[in-house]
């Protein structure tokens, strides 16, 4: 797929899971297995999807995934899979290697979106994107350096650490306004949600025929359209359900493409609104 100057392509960089009571906070267990069956430990299935974009000028990547640095404890724990799928080889498929990208749009610092910023090299951490700029949220770069008791274990700085200290960090600064609306490159602005994390970036790449919304972790699945299958991770989860409100209702409004992170099955759909409810309307693959 093809939207103004930019060529965007899809990959999954990581398979892991996650609990599902978690990621439905209070949604009953028969509603949301049917949509995503958990296995004998509870876990749903899903993926670290990225988004690259190409242009003559840059070469971006929304978020890098899990990463490699893990403990067999903790790929256990979360089932991270990469070995039939990981970013390096991903971006093969679409002809990378790590030195062609210039940027690297962190939604937000959580492990499972930024922990193939970095890797173990020799026993230290090392850039993995050694020519890029990595783009973060002044608010969630705050938050994850002084993490509070629910959200602590989210936040590695593994992730960061090193990238701050060889000044490949650019931090971003926009209103607090809920779903704030600011432009980063041409042909791409991002939406700051603040429900799930402070200072979530949610690119939004659009020209004068498409739009698409990058939704990490505000929409992270597909299932998690209808307003109330928000995740209980969120930290402020009536701020989440009036950004999905918010969101949603000019999805429907401008028929934009969602882009969903996690969803192991579906890569991308348009949304409609029955009067009551928003749905999933159309599925869409960008390849």
């Known amino acids: ?12 960089t990581s398979k892991f899971g996650l609990d599902g009571g978690a990621m439905f906070g209070i949604i009953p267990k028969p509603l949301w297995e049917k949509q995503i069956p958990a296995d004998e430990n509870n876990r749903i299935q899903m993926v670290t999807r990225s988004l690259v974009l190409i242009s003559d000028k840059r070469t971006i990547l929304i978020d890098t995934g899990n990463g490699a640095k893990w403990t067999e404890k903790f790929k256990n ?25 210039t940027d690297v749009i962190c939604t937000h610092l959580h492990f499972d979106h930024v922990g193939g910023n970095t890797e173990y090299q020799n026993g230290k951490v090392v850039p993995v994107f050694s020519n890029a700029m990595y783009w973060i949220h ?53 939406l700051v949600s603040n429900g799930h994390t402070t200072g979530q970036i949610l690119p939004l790449i659009y020209d004068e025929n498409h739009t698409l919304l990058y939704c990490a972790d505000l929409i992270p699945t597909s299932a998690h359209i209808p307003i109330p299958w928000i995740m209980a991770y969120d930290i402020q989860p009536l701020v989440t359900i009036k950004e999905k409100h918010e969101v949603l209702s000019q999805a429907v ?17 348009t949304v409609r609104f029955d009067g009551k409810h928003y749905q999933k309307d159309r599925d869409i693959t960008l390849s």
């Open 138 to 190: 002044e608010e969630n770069w705050k938050l994850a350096n002084s993490p509070g008791e629910k959200d602590q274990g989210s936040f590695m700085e593994a992730d960061w650490k090193i990238l701050a200290e060889k000044n490949m960090i650019r931090l971003v600064k926009s209103s607090q306004a809920h779903v704030s609306r600011d432009q980063l490159f041409q042909g791409i602005d991002i």
């Open 77 to 101: 724990i979360y089932e991270i899979d990469t070995e039939t799928v990981n970013l390096k080889q991903s971006l093969l498929q679409v002809g990378l290697g790590t030195e062609d990208i």
């Open 253 to 269: 409004v401008n028929n934009w493409i969602l882009f969903f992170e996690h969803d192991a099955a579906i890569e991308a759909c």
């Open 1 to 12: 797929m093809n939207i103004g100057e930019y060529s965007l392509h899809s990959i999954v």
